[in-house]
Nanobody, 125 residues
C-alpha cells in the first residue's frame, strides 16, 4: 500500500521561502513520476512541478519556473519542493501525487493514482 505523507507548509511573507516534503512508503519503486499540485480557494487544482523518477528530469509550470525547485531523494523516497521568492499568488493547499504510468499530461490531476494530504501555504504581502 503506497502512502504519501506531506509536510512543511506554513505562513510566510512575500519574498520568503518554504520547503515542502512528501515522504513515500510502500511500492514507490514503480512510480513513473511524482508531482506537486496546488489548489487555491475557488480554483482548480494545478500542476506546479513534476519529477521523473527514473531519469530525474523535471518540468515546471511557467508561474513558478526559476523560483521553485523540485527534487527526489531516492535513498529517502522523499519528494521535495523548495519554494523561494514566494508571492501571494502562490497561496494555496499543496499536494504531492504519484503515478506508475504516464496516462495524462503531467499537470493533469486525473492521471494520478496516489495522493498525499495537502499542506497549506499562505504568503502574505
Amino acid at each position: 500500500q503506497v502512502q504519501l505523507v506531506v509536510s512543511g507548509g506554513g505562513s510566510v511573507q512575500a519574498g520568503g521561502s518554504l520547503t515542502l516534503s512528501c515522504a513515500a512508503s510502500g511500492y514507490t519503486y514503480y512510480f513513473y513520476w511524482m508531482t506537486w499540485f496546488r489548489q487555491a480557494p475557488g480554483k482548480e487544482r494545478e500542476g506546479v512541478a513534476v519529477s521523473y523518477i527514473a531519469s530525474a528530469g523535471t518540468y515546471y509550470d511557467a508561474s513558478v519556473k526559476g523560483r521553485f525547485t523540485i527534487s527526489y531523494d531516492n535513498a529517502k523516497n522523499t519528494l521535495y519542493l523548495q519554494m523561494n521568492s514566494l508571492k501571494p499568488e502562490d497561496t494555496g493547499m499543496y499536494y504531492c501525487a504519484g503515478s506508475p504510468t504516464r496516462s495524462r499530461a503531467w499537470y493533469d490531476p486525473t492521471g494520478y493514482n496516489y495522493w498525499g494530504k495537502g499542506t497549506q501555504v499562505t504568503v502574505s504581502s
